[in-house]
């Protein structure tokens, strides 16, 4: 007997629903994650005077001297990301679905143009949020 698999397809889902419990997920995760983002952020830019040894000692250097606090500084603005990502998702889907109204059939095509337009809109989003002004 052959596995079945059910594609859900964007019309599908129930957006109300889909939208906030994205958006907490992917919170959540970044949570998470963000304290390890931060410790090997600042590993990959120490240079000849190191200040952390590795992982273990940047946690236990960064929690005595700064607190928990230090592990989430920038959070915010990356947690930002997360709008992000749900723009990202529903232009490349809403693009996929105008595309297949309109007879393109071509899931290369629709991916391609999907992907590129997600894309736009996505780093539209983030990037002036992120990005310092230049002097």
Known sequence: ??????????EMLDKRRFYPLSMMSSFTVRCFLY???LIRTRLQVQHQNALYKGTFDAY???SKTEGYKGLYRGFWISAFQVV???AYVSTYEGVRHVLDSNGIKDMKVKALVGGSCASV???????????????
């Open 60 to 62: 236990r250097q960064i």
């Open 35 to 37: 304290p390890l983002t």
């Open 84 to 86: 992000s990502g749900v």
């Open 121 to 135: 809109v996505g780093q539209t989003v983030i990037v002036p949020l992120t990005s310092s002004p230049s002097t």
């Open 1 to 10: 007997v052959q596995p079945y698999i059910t594609t859900i397809e964007w």
